[in-house]
């Protein structure tokens, strides 16, 4: 598995795999070119070389082409993208293809994104998850997010979002600048 920046050619891929992995409403094609250009926005996929033939094809009407990827062949397994607002870290979208959960995709783009945070002094890095999502709440407890919050039907379904952070500090990731407020 290999992590890298996102291009436009991986926007499709992208978006299904948002798709897949639950996510109610995911971004346009358009938007994820948007985030490309944006100078406080860095966005990643997670590749593989796939063992066999993969087809992605979106659950739902989104007006997305289709992605196949044959044996041997690159395949976008996975996304990420992290945001830097006004200092501080926003990670805004995580998806992995749920064929390749469980396999440290998530953990390899977490550690990516967090890596980037601490090259930009970002000392607290937020982000929303499912109140239901219980894996994904493992994994970024395992990086040392502390939940701090709870929206209360914040998604489209009407389940809560649970407000995560990592700070500087006292829960600071070992790779993330330590923060002199406490």
């Not at 299904?16 to 070119?33: F, K, N, Q, T, V």
Request: aromatic share 8%; glycine share 6%; net charge negative.
């Amino acid at each position: 598995m290999n992590i890298r920046p996102m291009t436009l050619e991986d926007i499709h891929a992208v978006v299904l795999i948002d798709a897949l992995a639950g996510i109610l409403l995911p971004w346009s094609p358009a938007a994820y070119a948007a985030e490309l250009r944006k100078p406080t926005s860095w966005c990643w996929v997670a590749e593989t070389v796939t063992e066999e033939p993969l087809v992605y094809v979106m659950p739902f009407a989104l007006p997305v082409e289709n992605v196949q990827y044959q044996a041997g062949e690159k395949a976008v397994i996975g996304s990420l993208t992290l945001w830097d607002v006004a200092g501080e870290g926003e990670i805004a979208n995580v998806a992995v293809h749920p064929k390749f959960w469980r396999q440290g995709v998530a953990r390899a783009l977490m550690q990516t994104a967090l890596d980037k945070a601490a090259q930009l002094s970002l000392t607290r890095i937020m982000l929303e998850v499912r109140a239901s999502n219980e894996p994904a709440q493992r994994l970024y407890r395992s990086f040392g997010f502390i939940e701090e919050g709870r929206r209360p039907r914040y998604y489209s379904n009407g389940e809560d979002a649970l407000l995560m952070s990592l700070i500087g500090g006292t829960h600071a990731h070992p790779r993330l600048p330590r923060s002199n407020c406490q």
